[in-house]
Nanobody, 124 residues
């Protein structure tokens, strides 16, 4: 019954900004880590960013550090990923995921719950 539903993807030009949202429901996420992963064409799933639902602490992949910001709105049960200065290499299907292991993890196996994904395409 746990659901993570991503939204906000679309087609943008290099240098543009985009905000993705992950609507979370079906459980208490108060002790969870909410992560964002992406998978480009012909590529494996790649860690992007994560946030501690309770504390708001964040962790980012080096490839997006300084450009992407992950945040949580606990009242709305929503996690957002603000993406700035988008590049061609950011083109991917973006997934929201939740981990109940209680610590930051960049491995997809740490995350028990996954959304369906939302496509981000960056053109130049």
């Amino acid at each position: 019954q746990v659901q993570l539903v991503e939204s906000g993807g679309g087609l943008v030009q290099a240098g543009d900004s985009l905000r993705l949202a992950c609507a979370a429901s079906g459980r208490s996420f108060s002790t969870d880590i909410l992560g964002w992963f992406r998978q480009g064409p012909g590529k494996g799933r790649q860690f992007v960013a994560a946030i501690n639902w309770n504390s708001g602490g964040t962790f980012y992949a080096d490839s997006v550090k300084g450009r992407f910001t992950v945040s949580v709105d606990r009242a709305e049960n929503t996690v957002s990923l603000e993406m700035k200065n988008l590049k061609d290499e950011d083109t991917a299907e973006y997934y929201c995921a939740a981990s109940n292991r209680g610590y930051f993890c960049t491995i997809d196996g740490c995350y028990a719950y996954w959304g369906q994904g939302t496509q981000v395409t960056v053109s130049s």
